[in-house]
């Protein structure tokens, strides 16, 4: 059983209301001993009115606050999730050095300034060219960024695609560059995360796609993050049994936690 979820999200993101004690109560209903909140850092990203950029210091204040009224038994995680952009690496850099985070996500969100979410991304482009401008600023940012832990939801852009069929690919469609985010990932010891939100999304699959993990484990990869990418209570820890079936079926032994930023692999029972 998979008891860790290294990837929700509270009312210190611009998309949630979630409480963190809501979240927390909720992990630990369905079993999970250790969840890690990320909420959002997007520098330089409105949503509907609301800035994407975190108030760092409150946020970390708040976890330690809640950390204070837990039993030693249940593990609280102080993570981020940044909003990597090419020209963002210099300022979250030195977010990264100069606070005590136990997890990074590093989560491209945009495409030459352009979002996904917004129902223009994608005039003008084939669904695969509007994938690929994605993947290929993520490949940017892993080779030109290290101060991350996981490389976060790496085809989440599927969710998005403005037709309601046809939105999965083949890694045959992009397998250069998925080979070169994923080679970047082994050798610079960074983690892929298993983001489990597609299933929220009814993609039937998790971020990335199970061909994905499966290359990424071909080409030696073995740290992975588990995180259901969750905004609201009921949805920590999305789907998790099935994901852990699937991974072991690919030959992974076993899923990652960070604390202090350091990797520790526990194995899937």
Do not use: C
């Not at 520098?43 to 837990?70: H, N």
């Not at 990335?208 to 993990?213: D, I, Q, R, T």
């Amino acid at each position: 059983m998979i008891r860790s979820d290294l990837h929700n999200h509270t009312y210190f993101s611009f998309d949630s209301q979630a409480s963190m004690s809501d979240m927390i109560k909720s992990a630990k209903e369905k079993g999970l001993n250790t969840l890690a909140f990320t909420d959002h850092h997007d520098i330089d990203f409105i949503y509907e009115g609301i800035t994407g950029e975190l108030d760092v210091y409150t946020y970390i204040q708040a976890i330690e606050d809640v950390r204070a009224t837990l039993s030693d038994d249940f593990l609280l995680l102080t993570g981020i999730e940044f909003g990597i952009e090419k020209h963002l690496h210099e300022p979250l850099r030195q977010l990264a050095r100069s606070h005590d985070f136990d997890f990074i996500i590093s989560s491209t969100h945009l495409a030459k300034g352009k979002d996904p979410y917004e129902p223009t991304y994608f005039d003008g482009l084939t669904r695969n060219e509007g994938y690929f401008s994605i993947f290929e600023d993520t490949l940017f940012n892993v080779q030109h960024f290290d101060d991350f832990d996981a490389l976060g939801h790496l085809d989440y852009v599927i969710r998005y695609w403005r037709r309601d069929v046809n939105k999965k690919y083949t890694y045959a469609d992009f397998s250069d560059v998925f080979d070169a985010i994923l080679t970047t990932l082994i050798r610079k010891d960074k983690a892929l995360e298993v983001n489990t939100s597609g299933y929220v999304y009814k993609l039937d699959q998790p971020h990335p796609s199970y061909e994905v993990l499966k290359r990424y484990h071909q080409l030696g990869g073995e740290l992975l993050t588990i995180g259901s990418d969750a905004h609201r209570p009921e949805n920590v820890a999305t789907s998790f049994d099935v994901v852990e079936k699937h991974l072991m079926d690919i030959g992974f032994k076993s899923y990652t936690v960070f604390q202090k930023r350091v990797p520790k692999q526990i194995g899937f029972n």
